[in-house]
């Protein structure tokens, strides 16, 4: 048999490479039987889905009714008379449109506890500005006696108020409500029996309307 030579550049000695061996390749089979057994598995999960709890939580929770039942009971908790009422109320306000006043007004919102000391400097604050105001008044502890005949028959139903207390919060929401009524009125003003307008009515209400934001113990009026 001739074995092949190779030559080195300087060498006069001639050196004999034997033949290399040719190795087969092994395919990896066992890749592929796993491979297929994975497959085969998975496939018949889906096609039949497993019963077992244990079998449910390793795949997937869809497939497993009974998977539902290792799950804690959600406990709904019952709602107040006040609650339902008022998500009937919310829902039913969220889906109506936007009501668009053509004679746009502000609600002057009086919490007193009887008469207004100031009732003829408001009076002639608003005088000549008819249908561009509205009055409210709470009057916790004893029926207003009028000096004006502007803030006659503006009281609307009143209960006790302590400061500082809840009371207050429910007659301030008491005097928005009944202002809310009136479609008319886009901005609420909350006053006490001591507060006196500084402005003129047209100042006030130009300013109001040119605005979208709320102010707090604001020296505006």
């Known amino acids: 048999m001739k074995v092949p030579r190779v030559w080195q550049r300087g ?4 050196t004999a490479m034997p033949h290399p061996r040719h190795r087969t390749a092994k395919k990896p089979m ?6 297929s ?4 598995s998975l496939i018949r ?7 077992r709890y244990s079998t449910c939580y390793f795949f997937a929770s869809s497939v497993c009714t009974p998977f539902k039942d290792w799950l804690p009971a959600v406990t709904r908790r019952e709602l107040t008379d006040e609650e339902v009422f008022s998500s009937v109320v919310i829902r039913d306000l969220l889906s109506m449109p936007m009501p668009v006043s053509k004679n746009p007004k502000i609600a002057f919102m009086f919490l007193t506890p009887g008469s207004l000391p100031f009732e003829k400097l408001w009076e002639k ?5 008819e249908g561009r105001y509205s009055i409210y008044i709470h009057a916790s502890r004893e029926k207003p006696v009028h000096s004006s005949p502007l803030f006659v028959g503006r009281e609307i139903r009143s209960e006790k108020v302590v400061w500082g207390r809840v009371s207050m919060v429910d007659a301030e929401k008491r005097l928005l409500g009944n202002a809310l009524l009136d479609i008319d009125n886009q901005f609420f003003v909350l006053l006490s029996d001591s507060c006196i ?8 209400y130009n300013y109001l309307m040119g605005t979208n934001v709320s102010f707090i113990d604001s020296g505006l009026l």
């Open 11 to 14: 060498s006069k000695d001639m």
């Open 125 to 129: 604050f608003l005088q000549g500005h």
């Open 45 to 51: 999960a889906y096609v039949y889905p497993p019963r």
């Open 30 to 35: 066992w890749i592929i039987v796993l491979l």
């Open 197 to 204: 307008p500084l402005h003129t009515f047209d100042y006030i």
């Open 37 to 40: 057994i994975v497959c085969v």
